[in-house]
């Protein structure tokens, strides 16, 4: 447990990070609807089930989302830029989570744009929160424009959500760039949306795929899974599914985040004569 | 056990698409991370071609340039550019600035493409590749682009 990073198999181990007080930890991906606010509230929820204290930030301006993935749209009185614009106290934005006391959302403003928060005051922000949590996760928006710019300018760690495609592999890939030009490298990779069966067939990249293409490690896998869909409908992350896969996977992204040594879903990730002659020897 | 096999087999010599997925990106990336066009790259290579003649016989449809990556932070560029002949050290020619047996020869291997160029000191040579890159490319033949105008200057030292 603690504050030192798990090594992950398939890439380098991240520099253990010396920060007084919560571990600031950015969601971001480069491409849009890779799944970074799925992520986000799922990740927020598994870690409020570990009875951590938990705070999501919301920074897509403009284009709000965590809240309706949350089911916390109705609660809403203030925002981000209201903090930023001295209209109301940090602690009056923070919207608390109905099932997890210790769970708590700040929302992005819908009707502004991203210049009206800087990066400087999301260092800010989080240097408050820090004493009293032990985690703040900031949701970045798409893109790396302003908004990337205030969603990593207070992170210890990035995660990187992508697809296994080619398009979100290249944004990623890009992202990563700039994460390090920011001297917040290398990230760990969360791979979202991978199907095991067409991995299996060879028509989708697997996860060794992807991080040898990347070049960093990865903390998460998480498998296309149906009920994700239908928990962001009710407000309810799938995390909280119990028989759910993807719940599963985000569940142990949060356990490794925690310090524990979670290893990785298994992807059987060929489909020749040898194998499936060693799947049926193996009763697979 | 399988992934003894899957290793024994190599992963290449599966079919479907994500084998192409992969090799399309690291190719796309390397040159993202470099931020240098496939383009530029013949441009590159062209240009390169055209000075390494000036000095040692080469057959420029052999040549190869490629951006390589070993890490994240370690990005090179990995030229391979295999001589015409075996470089004799009692040939006189040698020391010469142009070789002039090789590009006699490949002069007449391919006369029908011989075509007037600017002298390679003039510097309306690289603006003119530059702005007619395609063109060069298409032709085929930066090797005669490259070896005709170094013919010219070597004709011109004597």
């Known amino acids: 447990m603690g504050q030192t990073s798990q090594p992950v198999p398939g890439g380098r181990p991240n ?35 570990l009875d951590k204290k938990v705070v999501l930030i919301d920074t897509d301006i403009g284009l709000r989302n965590l809240d309706v993935v949350m089911g916390l749209e109705n609660r809403i009185v203030y925002d981000l830029v209201d903090v930023v614009e001295g209209r109301c106290k940090l602690r009056q934005a ?83 760039g700039l994460i390090e030009a920011e001297n917040k490298g290398p990230g760990k990779l969360i791979l979202n949306r991978l199907k095991n069966d067409m991995v299996r067939r060879g028509e989708m990249l697997s996860p ?19 009920t994700v869909v239908p928990a962001s409908n009710n407000g309810i992350p799938v995390t909280l599914n119990e028989s759910s896969k993807a719940g599963v996977a985000f569940r142990n992204i949060a356990r490794r985040l ?5 290893p990785l879903m298994q992807v059987e990730t060929s489909g020749n004569l040898f194998q499936r002659i060693a799947r049926i020897f193996s009763g697979g | 056990m399988a992934g003894f096999f899957e290793r024994m087999l190599g992963r290449s010599k599966e079919p479907g698409s994500a084998n192409r997925a992969k090799e399309r990106l690291q190719v796309v990336l390397v040159h993202d991370r470099f931020n240098i066009s496939p383009e530029r790259m013949q441009m590159m290579k062209d240009e390169l071609v055209a000075v ?3 000095y040692v016989s080469i057959t420029g449809d ?30 006189p020619d040698e020391d010469a600035p142009y070789p002039q047996t090789s590009t006699l020869q490949s002069t007449s291997l391919d006369d029908s493409n011989a075509f007037e160029l600017p002298l390679l000191q003039d510097p309306s040579f690289f603006e003119e590749t530059r702005r007619s890159g395609k063109v060069v490319q298409e032709s085929d033949s930066p090797l005669e682009t490259a070896e005709d105008s170094a013919d010219e200057s070597g004709e011109k030292a004597e």
Do not use: W
Not at chain 1, 98 to 103: A, C, I, Y
Not at chain 1, 210 to 225: C, F, H, K, Q, R
Not at chain 1, 258 to 262: K, L, Q
């Open chain 1, 15 to 49: 520099p253990v990070r010396r920060i007084s007080g919560g571990r600031v930890i950015t969601v971001t991906s480069g491409k849009g609807g890779v799944g970074k606010t799925t992520t986000t509230a799922n990740l927020g929820i598994a870690l409020a089930r």
């Open chain 1, 94 to 176: 923070m919207i608390k989570h109905k099932q997890f006391p210790e769970l708590y959302l700040i929302p992005a403003a819908q009707t502004r744009d991203k210049t009206a928060v800087s990066p400087a005051d999301m260092v800010q922000i989080c240097n408050a929160l820090r004493p009293e949590f032990d985690y703040i996760l900031i949701d970045s928006p798409a893109g790396i424009e302003r908004g990337f710019r205030n969603a990593i300018a207070p992170a210890d760690e990035v995660l990187i959500v992508t697809n296994p495609e080619v398009s979100a592999v290249r944004d990623a890939d890009r992202i990563i």
């Open chain 1, 208 to 226: 060794a795929d992807v991080t040898d293409i990347l070049a960093i490690s990865i903390i998460g896998i998480v498998p296309e899974d149906e």
């Open chain 1, 258 to 262: 925690n310090g524990e040594n979670i």
């Open chain 2, 52 to 54: 390494i003649s000036k």
């Open chain 2, 62 to 91: 052999e040549v190869e340039i490629a951006l390589e990556q070993r890490d994240r932070n370690q990005n090179r560029l990995i030229a391979e550019v295999p001589f015409l002949k075996p470089i004799d050290p009692d040939d």
